[in-house]
């Protein structure tokens, strides 16, 4: 039986990072000088170079190795800790922070695809016009 852990998708954490920082892939790619098909890329490969993962992550508000170690499962024990902690505090029902994740996670998702519903929209019209 073979126990060997496989190793973490890296492009998959930028992915992840970058919607949850709200970027698109173009925005993304002109910061860092390349294309928005090498952001594609990038989040389609299971490694990326040193080199670009640290401009990345600087663009992300990380660092590296945050990206290298980012998990889903960590986000939502981090936001569920944080309302353990406030909800067990002195503070009250004055200062609890009250949001669920998922909702967040069907935000983005309902963001993505309206972006997705602008791109075809935009590309139909250029077509159309040809």
Request: negative net charge.
């Amino acid at each position: 039986m073979n126990t060997e852990t496989k190793p973490k998708h890296i492009g998959r954490n930028i992915s992840r990072l970058r919607e949850l920082r709200g970027i698109k892939q173009e925005a993304l790619a002109m910061a860092i000088g390349v294309s928005q098909q090498t952001i594609s890329n990038i989040e389609n490969s299971e490694t990326v170079e040193e080199e670009k993962l640290e401009l990345i992550a600087k663009e992300l508000g990380v660092t590296a190795e945050a990206i290298k170690n980012f998990s889903d499962d960590a986000i939502f024990n981090y936001f569920n800790t944080f309302n353990d902690v406030v909800n067990n505090s002195n503070f009250g029902n004055y200062n609890t922070c009250h949001f669920n994740s998922l909702d967040k996670v069907v935000e983005l998702y309902e963001r993505l695809v309206q972006a997705e519903k602008e791109k075809v929209a935009y590309l139909e019209k250029l077509l159309n016009n040809k």
